[in-house]
């Protein structure tokens, strides 16, 4: 049953990502268990869909600029993707062993909001300095 009740059914497919090295990427985001359910077209425009572990998916584009992310971002921009997990621990570990770059090591958080959420989480750069958080609400 769909929590949303104007357009039922409406939940995340895929994010899409951008690689300025489309094989550098894709092992990257192997080594956190997601896996490429398809892929299409050939080098220099190759695209691939990974799936998360939920049916929810990354898109990864080849062919992008390498270049400095600016996080303080510009109106309209993701500035960084959260993904649910068990384990924000280990998630990081294992993120980090993959050549992610740490920005925020695991730590509890108390988010003053209604009602007040207690969650357990940590951030990393990936490859192209995509920002992935790893969250889990206690």
Sequence with gaps: MSANKILPGLG???LA???SDF????????????RVVAAWNEAPKRIAMLDL?????VEVFEGATEGKRDITGSAGEWFHFALRVDDPDLAYATAIAAGAT???AP???TL???PVMYVRLAFVAGPDGEVL???RQK
């Design 102 to 104: 740490s920005i925020t």
């Design 112 to 114: 003053n909001s209604d």
């Design 107 to 109: 730590k509890d958080v």
């Design 17 to 19: 990502l951008r690689s």
């Design 53 to 57: 572990g939920d049916d929810c998916r």
């Design 133 to 135: 958080e790893f969250f």
């Design 23 to 34: 094989t550098r990427t894709l092992a990257f985001y192997e080594a956190l268990g997601c």
């Design 12 to 14: 995340v497919h895929h």
